[in-house]
Nanobody
Framework: QVQLVESGGGLVQPGGSLRLSCTASGIAFAPYVMGWYRQAPGKQRELVATMTKSGSANYGDSLKGRFTISRDYAKNTVYLQMNSLMAEDAAAYSC???????????WGQGTQVTVSS
């Protein structure tokens, strides 16, 4: 069973930066997809960014350019570098893993990002 451990959330001022990390365990190979989704109160969960095993990245609307996803394949870890954070980026960020092309999927418990002065 894939387990995910997230870290890196917290409070940041508008314009600041944070880096989220998520490490997958219980899997003996590099997952097909690793990435991040977010959900703010009263809103639907939305894509932040994902990256396939081959390194192809996909970003949510208007996030590319401020957010950068990367993977450390040796550590089965995915990172999300978030720059120029805005109030509307505040949300619970959850790590997502799809082990193979057809699953199974796993979700992290979420790490809170708060953007406030």
């Amino acid at each position: 069973q894939v387990q995910l451990v997230e870290s890196g959330g917290g409070l940041v001022q508008p314009g600041g930066s944070l880096r989220l990390s998520c490490t997958a365990s219980g899997i003996a190979f590099a997952p097909y997809v690793m990435g991040w989704y977010r959900q703010a109160p009263g809103k639907q969960r939305e894509l932040v960014a994902t990256m396939t095993k081959s390194g192809s990245a996909n970003y949510g609307d208007s996030l590319k350019g401020r957010f950068t996803i990367s993977r450390d394949y040796a550590k089965n870890t995915v990172y999300l570098q978030m720059n120029s954070l805005m109030a509307e980026d505040a949300a619970a960020y959850s790590c997502f893993v799809r082990a193979t092309l057809v699953g199974p999927d796993a979700w992290g418990q979420g790490t809170q990002v708060t953007v406030s002065s």
